[in-house]
Nanobody, 112 residues
Framework: VQFVESGGDLATVGEFLTLSCVGSDEIFSANEMAWYRQTPGSQRELVARITVDGRPFYTRYSGRFTIRRDNAKSTMFLYMKALAIVDTATYYC????????WGQGTQVTVSS
């Protein structure tokens, strides 16, 4: 397994969560990384990505989020603030573009 995601939880609207992704050193150090999300019946979609040197790029899913990475620890984070019900999804990390191997993901469920 190349990536292990964690940090997902049950949350209420407005709360804050931090997702973490640990990757293999070899993969992590050489690649742009990204967070993806998937809801039942839908394809995985890009949430945010970050270059090797830490420049973030966001999508319509990540206006309230911040993506960061710690290359020394092969770890990436997604700081999710002001959670909304629409943020409910399984979140995955992978390279950008995504490679074929996916982790188990971490479930974020937001309720009112």
């Amino acid at each position: 397994v190349q990536f292990v995601e964690s940090g997902g939880d049950l949350a209420t609207v407005g709360e804050f969560l931090t997702l973490s992704c640990v990757g293999s050193d070899e993969i992590f150090s050489a690649n742009e990384m990204a967070w993806y999300r998937q809801t039942p019946g839908s394809q995985r979609e890009l949430v945010a990505r970050i270059t090797v040197d830490g420049r973030p790029f966001y999508t319509r899913y990540s206006g309230r989020f911040t993506i960061r990475r710690d290359n020394a620890k092969s770890t990436m984070f997604l700081y999710m603030k002001a959670l909304a019900i629409v943020d409910t999804a399984t979140y995955y990390c992978n390279t950008w573009p995504a490679g074929p191997s996916w982790g188990q993901g971490t479930q974020v469920t937001v309720s009112s």
